[in-house]
């Protein structure tokens, strides 16, 4: 079945890094586009990040844009999102997600989802 788990989330200080990976199995990860996520506490999921199956084309949500980096290794079939220069409204839960069809930012483009890394910028 269709797998993808999150790692690399935690507390670090505001102007810090971080690293996401998610490591997908269960399908042919080459084959699909991926993205990111993320939800802060008391607000809607939103777009981070997306990626094509060869890297071609790669989006960002403008609030992360020259900050954060989306990239993807199909040999190991992981997903990766670095994130430098965080601040507090970078606090939230960070999800990997396949994507489907449509647009690329919508949510019901993608249809499978990971559990959730937390990240927790402290200023």
């Known amino acids: 079945q269709v797998q993808l788990v999150e790692s690399g989330g935690g507390l670090v200080q505001a102007g810090g890094s971080l690293r996401l990976s998610c490591a997908a199995s269960?399908?042919?990860?080459?084959?699909?586009?991926m993205g990111w996520f993320r939800q802060a506490p008391g607000k809607e999921r939103e777009f981070v990040a997306a990626?094509?199956?060869?890297?071609?084309?790669?989006l960002y949500a403008d609030s992360v844009k020259g900050r954060f980096t989306i990239s993807r290794d199909n040999e190991k079939n992981t997903l990766y999102l670095q994130m430098n220069s965080l601040n507090s409204e970078d606090t939230a839960d960070y999800f990997c997600?396949?994507?489907?069809?449509?647009?690329?930012?919508?949510?019901?483009?993608?249809?499978?989802w990971g559990q959730g890394t937390q990240g927790t910028v402290s200023s």
């Open positions: 997600a396949r994507r489907r069809t449509g647009s690329w930012g919508a949510i019901p483009s993608y249809d499978y």
């Open positions: 269960g399908f042919t990860f080459r084959d699909y586009p």
């Open positions: 990626i094509s199956w060869n890297s071609g084309t790669i």
